[in-house]
């Protein structure tokens, strides 16, 4: 006996719950959560289900495969860790929230290590008795120091996610295609607002009387990947905008551990630069 999470995404048509339903149930599987969704603008299906019994994941995807429309994207997953890697500069709000979390067990996943183009954060990391990495761009430009991490990188093995924790460096196009909806980053504004540096200063100046965090995957457009998460606090005129920043701190932590554990638990499906989150 054993669980799984199955993952499609198909074309629209009619018959397809029964459809998959039906091979679940020739499988002798038990069916113990499951979510679907149909985007009828774009006519695509979701669906995510949790099934138990004796499986062989192979058989049960060639089986979903021929049944279901051709194109159809299915995955058979058995709930394991995942492997991730954190890059961050300097500020250690997110990066010590999901240490911490780590810590606890509240995240399914191997910590391989942490990398930061300064070395600040490196006694913050060494507690936790996770590997710190300093890759220093001093000298380098943007492809030369990117070489140098993903050379790093090349190293680890079968990373899942790459967990951006207040890096504040924009990835190349080399780089975000290495690892394709792979890259999640927290940006600290409320997305499609306030893109780019400092916006904190900048919903200050606009007289905001909300701000937030955004978790998104990285794409070649600054900010503009696909959000995962994203939750805002209340402000008033009162605030500057450095208390913008430090009220915003505790959002953005909670946010990115938030679609970081989605991710873990492959609740995301990516599609149109969107996401459905189940």
Same mark, same amino acid.
């Given at each position: 006996?054993?669980?799984?999470?199955?993952? &499609?995404?198909?074309?629209?048509?009619?018959?397809?719950?029964?459809?998959?339903?039906?091979?679940?149930?020739?499988?002798? !599987?038990?069916?113990?959560?499951?979510?679907?969704?149909?985007?009828?603008?774009?006519?695509?299906?979701?669906?995510? %289900?949790?099934?138990?019994g004796?499986?062989?994941?192979? $058989?049960?995807?060639?089986?979903?495969?021929?049944?279901? @429309?051709? %194109?159809s994207?299915?995955?058979?997953?058995?709930?394991?860790?995942?492997?991730?890697? &954190?890059?961050?500069?300097?500020?250690?709000?997110?990066?010590?929230?999901?240490?911490?979390? *780590?810590?606890?067990?509240?995240?399914d996943a191997?910590?391989?290590?942490?990398? %930061?183009?300064? /070395?600040?954060?490196? %006694?913050?990391?060494?507690?936790?008795?996770? +590997?710190?990495?300093t890759?220093? *761009?001093?000298?380098?430009?943007?492809?030369? *120091?990117?070489?140098?991490?993903? =050379?790093?990188?090349?190293? !680890?093995?079968d990373?899942?996610?790459?967990?951006?924790?207040?890096y504040?460096?924009?990835?190349? @196009?080399?780089?975000?295609?290495?690892?394709? =909806?792979?890259?999640?980053?927290?940006?600290? /504004?409320?997305? +499609?607002?306030?893109?780019?540096a400092? @916006?904190?200063?900048?919903?200050?100046?606009?007289?905001?009387?909300?701000?937030?965090?955004?978790? *998104?995957?990285? $794409?070649?457009?600054?900010?503009?990947? @696909?959000?995962?998460?994203?939750?805002?606090?209340?402000?008033?005129?009162?605030?500057?905008?450095?208390?913008?920043?430090?009220?915003?701190? $505790?959002?953005?932590?909670?946010? !990115?551990?938030?679609?970081?554990?989605?991710?873990l638990?492959?609740?995301?499906?990516?599609?149109?630069?969107?996401?459905?989150?189940?």
């Amino acid at each position: 006996m054993g669980q799984f999470r199955v993952l &499609i995404d198909a074309n629209d048509e009619k018959g397809l719950v029964y459809k998959i339903s039906t091979i679940f149930y020739e499988y002798g !599987l038990n069916i113990l959560s499951n979510n679907e969704f149909v985007d009828k603008i774009n006519g695509k299906f979701f669906m995510r %289900s949790v099934v138990e019994g004796d499986i062989d994941a192979n $058989n049960l995807k060639k089986s979903l495969t021929n049944l279901l @429309p051709i %194109s159809s994207n299915i995955d058979v997953i058995k709930p394991a860790k995942k492997n991730i890697v &954190i890059m961050a500069t300097k500020e250690m709000h997110a990066l010590g929230d999901i240490l911490i979390r *780590h810590e606890a067990g509240e995240l399914d996943a191997n910590v391989l290590g942490v990398i %930061s183009n300064y /070395s600040e954060l490196e %006694s913050l990391v060494n507690k936790f008795d996770i +590997p710190f990495m300093t890759i220093s *761009h001093v000298d380098l430009n943007r492809d030369e *120091h990117e070489e140098k991490i993903l =050379d790093y990188l090349s190293t !680890l093995k079968d990373i899942d996610y790459i967990v951006l924790a207040k890096y504040m460096r924009i990835l190349t @196009p080399k780089f975000v295609e290495a690892y394709k =909806d792979k890259i999640i980053n927290i940006h600290h /504004s409320f997305l +499609p607002a306030f893109i780019g540096a400092n @916006p904190y200063k900048q919903a200050y100046e606009r007289g905001v009387k909300i701000i937030g965090a955004t978790a *998104h995957f990285v $794409n070649n457009n600054l900010d503009e990947g @696909p959000i995962i998460s994203q939750e805002v606090i209340h402000v008033d005129h009162a605030y500057s905008w450095r208390d913008m920043q430090q009220s915003g701190r $505790n959002v953005e932590k909670i946010v !990115l551990s938030h679609a970081l554990k989605l991710a873990l638990e492959d609740r995301i499906f990516v599609y149109a630069n969107k996401s459905v989150i189940f």
